[in-house]
């Protein structure tokens, strides 16, 4: 999308790169689970800006677990960031996967869940069931 030639992105990949520096935590969310998309080819973009995001924050060194919500989304990211392989290693709640996998730029851990459906509380479910941490490669 034009969005990330412009420098409104830059000023926002920078904002999202101090971010992680200080806080090692951040989540970024497109629309709320209320809202609807009305054209697929505003999912299309969605899809690409996720992809787009996380290889300009792999890009500038920067490593992170990705947690995703939406097959295409996860898919999309994957094909920006190019996954070379995805291994499941267990469910951390009814639903909720994690996998690590191996991309261009190393070893990442991916916790996903299908979009639209789950409780209100599924990402607090994920931090509680959590046995131990999952630290960044």
Not at 40 to 51: C, E, H, K, L, Y
Request: net charge negative; aromatic share 8%; proline share 4%.
């Amino acid at each position: 999308p034009q969005y990330w030639e412009g420098l409104s992105a830059k000023e926002f990949l920078q904002e999202i790169e101090e971010w992680l520096q200080r806080d090692k935590r951040l989540g970024i969310q497109s629309i709320s689970r209320h809202e609807k998309i009305d054209a697929q080819s505003n999912a299309a973009d969605t899809v690409r800006s996720f992809g787009y995001l996380a290889k300009a924050l792999l890009e500038k060194g920067l490593h992170f677990n990705l947690v995703v919500f939406g097959g295409d989304t996860a898919m999309g990211i994957m094909e920006a960031i190019e996954v070379s392989s995805l291994q499941p290693i267990t469910e951390i709640v009814p639903g909720v996967s994690l996998s690590k996998l191996k991309c261009k730029y190393g070893e990442l851990t991916l916790i996903s869940k299908a979009g639209g459906f789950g409780p209100e509380n599924v990402l607090e479910m994920i931090m509680n069931n959590l046995k131990e941490c999952v630290q960044p490669c």
